[in-house]
């Protein structure tokens, strides 16, 4: 099981934030399998993060925080549902098993 997000951090923001994401992602790190952040080369403030799990069974046993689903609390700096973020903006995908 795959999750895909994406965002870009918002400039005025950037330096907290990271410290955010920082701590929420060391709190989850042992329960998460599988966890990468690319930045974009041209635009240091663009990522992509892939985070996988076993399946879906693992990834819905971790999924809901306070109220948010795990990458909108990783990855968005978001305090509480419809609270503000310090990302200008961002996307996510759940992805599929792709079998062939």
């Excluded at 999750?3 to 410290?19: D, F, N, P, T, V």
């Excluded at 080369?41 to 990522?47: G, I, L, R, V």
């Excluded at 305090?79 to 098993?97: D, E, H, T, V």
Aim: hydrophobic share 40%; glycine share 6%; aromatic share 14%.
């Amino acid at each position: 099981h795959i999750i895909i997000g994406h965002g870009l951090i918002s400039a005025k923001a950037k330096e907290k934030y990271l410290k955010i994401r920082e701590e929420r992602i060391e709190e989850f790190r042992r329960k998460i399998p599988w966890l990468n952040i690319f930045y974009n080369t041209y635009n240091s403030s663009e990522f992509i993060v892939y985070m996988g799990f076993q399946d879906e069974v693992e990834y819905q046993g971790i999924r809901d925080i306070n109220e948010l689903i795990l990458e909108e609390y990783l990855f968005t700096g978001l305090k509480k549902p419809l609270g503000m973020s310090l990302l200008a903006n961002y996307n996510q995908f759940i992805c599929k098993p792709l079998i062939v």
